[in-house]
């Protein structure tokens, strides 16, 4: 959806009424509502919850922007800074945890379609 469906009508009203495409990915309703969008178009058998792979480094506090007609854009590691100094694995975790995107999303969908997300590792030491 995040590639094929920026195309779709449906998905383009809802991508307006945020102000920034990462926004748009950390606000449930609007995640969830590109989430569904497919299956109900097409009624695939899988739904893919709406992100991006730079909520990563968004997450890891670098600066992300989304230019209007061009790829997103990230500052590199030596215009920022060191991270170790400011990020912590908690610090990660919340900045890549969609939890409330997932219940709604989950408790929104039909019975049937498979709920498929994005995953991470922890060293597990690190943990509170």
Known sequence: MRQAGRYLPEYRRWRAQSPS????CFTPDLAVEASLQPIRRFGFDGAIIFS??????????RAVRFAEGSWALAGSAAQQGGLSDRLSPQVFAIGLA???????????????????????????????
């Not at 019975?111 to 060293?123: K, M, Q, S, V």
């Open 52 to 61: 991006d792979i730079l909520v990563i480094p968004h997450a890891l506090a």
């Open 21 to 24: 495409f990462l926004d748009f």
């Open 98 to 128: 969609p939890l409330e995107t997932l219940r709604r999303l989950s408790a929104a969908l039909p019975a049937e379609p498979t709920l498929i997300g994005f995953a991470r590792a922890l060293d597990r030491r690190q943990l509170p």
